[in-house]
């Protein structure tokens, strides 16, 4: 909620206001990128509803917009002036969200109004701590039972009616068979997750359950070349420390905990033990390729601090970001090919949120990287890996140490889940 006498809201703000730089990151040695302009990329709200409502009645507002570019905006909400120019804004704003050429959309929470006409709106504020309105439209708000009028729709024909069919008697009824005891059911973690690629013509070529025992032929728990100090890469905004002790596997699951630990990093912070998974520098050494599709199937942390993700590696310049995810953003994954770089921030406010089971898959095309959230493509990036490219796979839980996103709230452990993770060849 947006507090009322807020003059910067109720008029345009004049000129451009400078960013504070808020670089979009991903996971160790993400590609350089420059701070923030010095102006606002533009902004455009591409749809706000409703267009009408009934007084005292439950009203939520949707919206969704976009900019020039990509940048963090503190706040994001739908506002309401009545008559008199008194705030009735929405409630239910986004806080600290990433507005981006491929869009945001917001819905509110619920509040009613008063009949009349009023002005509504879709707005943010800038890190500098100034409002800015984006285009107005009228909300027309009818008494109870006063019915608002639409256009009626073009009658349509009525089809022509099928003769019945001839009824066929009925069979003759069976007795039921005596009913046997059903078997006690045995809790299982995870929702059931698909069953094969959304990639035509793939062939499941390696896969983890983790249905026993983790592995070893498989992954890595000790340490990954991505990080400058082997076990931990303060120089990321990362708190970890990996610790092979922090990936437990039971009832069908890999758990990863982190805590904090004794260790001190190169920069003075206090390091958390975490764990990591990585196919580098195990028996099998498996490596996805160019035209691989590859699927995790993971329950998202709630705590904040948290970062957990599916990425590649392979000797720097070869990552690319199944998923990043920050509590802060709930709704929110990033997808992000280091490669020939590209990303989009993806807001699912539907599949996506904290504790809940996604699965989340990445086909590695030549020329486009593709992503899919439970089996349906969410974004294909248009640059591709090309054709010669390799990595290893990572799944781990890393540590914001407070940068970007915040850093954890307390010393409480902070855990993330995954169910299996499957190549498809």
């Given at each position: 909620m947006i507090p009322t006498a807020t003059p910067l809201r109720l008029g345009v703000v004049a000129g451009a206001l400078a960013l504070l730089a808020v670089p979009v990151v991903g996971q160790a040695n993400a590609?350089?990128?420059?701070s923030a302009p010095s102006a606002l990329p533009q902004v455009t709200q591409d749809r706000l509803t409703p267009a009408t409502a009934t007084a005292g009645a439950a009203t939520t507002a949707a919206l969704t917009l976009h900019s020039g570019s990509c940048f963090t905006a503190k706040t994001v909400g739908v506002g309401v002036r009545d008559a008199a120019g008194n705030n009735l804004d929405f409630p239910g704003d986004l806080s600290n969200q990433q507005i981006c050429p491929s869009g945001l959309s917001l819905t509110t929470g619920a509040r009613s109004f008063p009949a009349g006409a009023y002005q509504m709106f879709g707005f943010f504020q800038d890190q500098a701590g100034a409002w800015h309105n984006l285009t107005t439209q009228t909300l027309t708000v009818s008494a109870a039972g006063t019915p608002v009028t639409t256009p009626a729709?073009?009658?349509?024909?009525?089809p022509?009616?099928?003769p019945a069919p001839t009824p066929t008697p009925a069979p003759t009824p069976t007795p039921a068979p005596t009913p046997t005891p059903a078997p006690t059911p045995t809790p299982t973690p995870a929702p059931t997750a698909s069953s094969g690629s959304p990639v035509p013509g793939k062939t499941l070529t390696w896969s983890d359950e983790f249905n026993g025992p983790l592995d070893s032929t498989k992954w890595n728990d000790s340490s990954t070349t991505s990080y400058q100090y082997g076990t931990h890469n303060p120089s990321d905004n990362k708190?970890?420390?990996i610790d092979p002790s922090d990936v437990s596997v039971a009832g069908g699951v890999a758990t990863f905990t982190a805590q904090p630990s004794s260790h001190t990093l190169e920069n003075g912070?206090?390091?958390w033990t975490t764990g990591l998974l990585t196919t580098e520098g195990t028996e099998q050494g498996f490596k996805v390729k160019t035209g691989d599709y590859a699927e995790a199937r993971v329950q998202l942390p709630?705590?904040?601090?948290a970062w957990p993700g599916l990425w590649t590696w392979q000797n720097g310049g070869s990552e690319i970001d199944s998923f990043e995810y920050h509590p802060d953003n709930p709704n929110l994954l990033e997808l992000t090919n280091h490669v020939n770089p590209a990303y989009k921030y993806l807001t699912d406010a539907t599949d996506v949120k904290p504790g809940q089971w996604v699965t989340i898959g990445t086909y590695y095309g030549a020329n486009s990287v593709d992503w899919y959230?439970?089996?349906?493509?969410v974004y294909s990036d248009n640059t591709g890996v090309g054709a010669n490219w390799s990595a290893y796979l990572i799944l781990n839980l890393s540590i914001s140490a407070g940068q970007?996103?915040?850093?954890?709230s307390g010393t409480a452990p902070i855990s993330f889940a995954a169910d299996y993770v499957r190549v498809y060849r």
């Open positions: 590609w350089a990128r420059t729709p073009t009658p349509t024909p009525a022509t009616p099928t708190l970890d420390w912070k206090q390091a709630s705590a904040p601090g959230v439970n089996g349906v493509k970007y996103h915040p850093a954890p």
